[in-house]
């Protein structure tokens, strides 16, 4: 029998389900890039509002960011990358 789908998931649950950690699912819900709605200390997320963060595609500004950013540890971390390229 196939387990039924969650309507609203916490922090710790969507942190476990993408990998990451709870302060990263925290620090979105306050930059609003998940909804999150608060539940006396704690908050749920929508497993509509998931899906939506999922499938937001990256904007001009933050493909940029990353660019400069891959651009920065290239720069520094150049020949590590080479080295470990090798092994």
């Not at 890039?33 to 908050?43: H, L, T």
């Not at 660019?67 to 590590?80: D, H, L, P, T, W």
């Amino acid at each position: 029998m196939e387990k039924a789908q969650k309507q609203y998931y916490s922090v710790k649950e969507l942190a476990d389900l993408l990998g990451t950690s709870r302060v990263t699912i925290f620090k979105k819900i306050k930059s609003g890039q998940i909804k999150g709605e608060r539940v006396g200390r704690n908050y749920i997320i929508n497993r509509e509002d998931i899906k939506d963060f999922l499938t937001t595609k990256l904007t001009a500004k933050v493909k940029k960011e990353i660019e400069n950013g891959v651009i920065e540890v290239i720069k520094q971390y150049g020949e590590v990358l080479k080295k470990l390229g090798r092994e």
